[in-house]
Structure formats: C-alpha cells, structure tokens
C-alpha cells in the first residue's frame, strides 16, 4: 500500500527516525508527539496543561497539513508522567475536542526527556 508522509512546514528535526504523520489512503497516523520546540528541547518545563496544549498544538499541525480537522481524529494513546497532572491534561484535551470525543487510552509511563509530562499519538481517518 502506497504511504506518504507528512511533514508541517517548519517542523524540526526528530530525536530518531521517524517522521511526525504517514498518511496511507485516508488514514493518518501521527506520531508520539512531546513537548518538544524545534531543537528538541521542553517547553513549558512543569506545566502539564501548556505542554498539552503545544502538544495538541503539533498534533493539529499534522493533521491540517495532511487535509484534515481535529474532529478528524479518531483515536489518540495518550502517555503522562504524573497521575497528578491528569485532571490538568483532560481540562486542555477537552478543549481540542469539544464534541464527540476520540476513542484513547491513557498510560503512566516514563518519556524520553525528564521534562516532559505527556506524549499523544492519534489516528485519524480524512476525508477522501
């Protein structure tokens, strides 16, 4: 199956190899994004709601890049450091998707900068 990818004008380089969303027909997979500004350094160190929203803020990027919408998402994993922090992660997510919410699952895990407090990864499938 042919795939593509996609890649927001002015996205930084990855930590590894990979790239920000593969779309392959009408779906898109967009990857684990991190709080990450494009040196690949945190933003917004201990704070758990702004680093959710830069990261819903990437997630869009891709998606708007590949054609579509936030509503477009179908299904996020969602990754945090701190069970303390899921009450201010949710208030934020909540505001990226204030209809029908997303299909997810949410895990307490370490991430690969001590810094940062969530990673999302989402599918969405785009209009044809």
């Given at each position: 199956m ?6 927001p ?23 684990g994004?991190?709080p ?11 704070d ?17 890049t ?16 701190n ?9 934020v ?28 990864a ?5 209009p044809?």
């Open positions: 042919p795939k593509q990818s996609v890649i004008a002015g996205s930084g380089v990855p930590l590894a190899p990979f790239v920000p969303g593969t779309q392959a027909d009408n779906v898109l997979y967009v990857s994004t991190l990450f500004d494009n040196d690949n350094n945190v933003v917004h160190v201990g758990a709601a702004a680093q959710t929203r830069h990261v819903l803020e990437l997630i869009k990027s891709v998606v708007e590949a054609g579509g919408t936030m509503d477009d998402i179908t299904f996020n994993s969602i990754f945090l450091r069970w303390e922090d899921y009450a201010a992660i949710n208030a997510y909540a505001e990226f998707f204030p209809g029908d919410k997303p299909a997810r699952y949410c895990i307490q895990c370490g991430l690969v900068k001590p810094d940062a407090l969530i990673e999302i989402s599918i969405a499938h785009l044809r």
